[in-house]
């Protein structure tokens, strides 16, 4: 049984392939109906900021899924890593990688997911979440390592906070499960507003 029960049954539509999201969603008994991923062009807009990024691609996606899936909740959701106003790319290269891990040793950055519900009235809420994560000092042993590993291709920044690199990680503030993908705060916060009960 579902922790969190949509009105009138009407289904939940995760619009992400993200399986981080999905293991999250699963863990907190958060019944998805539907996996949608939306299509869409992710390039960031010119002097755009990671904040206001995350929160238009997290509209964006649920928008885009809504059109498709007009009687249903589409949840919608992007995670940003941010140093400065820089967006960290999400690593598809082990030279990608190894260039974030340079980048955020032995400093603090910000971790920011936009949550965008869209529901079955038209209408779509949005939030979101600010996290800050501090990596220690990484030596060249250390990056050569993470980058053999491989943990963190296709991950915002070049890492997964749940796996090798929580090993480097000596201070977080905020919502560990935002640093994951999706902020489980927030999200009941959405849920329970748009009228989901617990089950």
Known sequence: MSYLNAPKNAPLI?????PRRQALLA?????????????IDETPLKSEPPDLYAKRMANTKAQTIAHQRPSGFVLGADTVVACGR???????????????LKLLSGRQ?????GLALAMPNGTITTRLSLSKVAFRRLSASDIDALAGHGDGIGKAGGYA???????????????????????LHQLAGLLLAAGFRYG
């Open 86 to 100: 820089r967006i960290l790319p999400k690593a598809e290269t082990t030279e990608e990688l190894r260039a974030c």
């Open 109 to 113: 950055h910000r971790v920011y997911t």
């Open 14 to 18: 995760l619009a992400s392939a993200s």
């Open 161 to 183: 906070i749940q796996g090798q690199a929580g090993l480097y990680i000596r201070k977080i503030s905020g919502s560990y499960s935002n640093i994951v993908g999706l902020d």
């Open 27 to 39: 863990n907190a008994q958060i019944d998805v109906d539907e996996i949608l991923p939306a299509d």
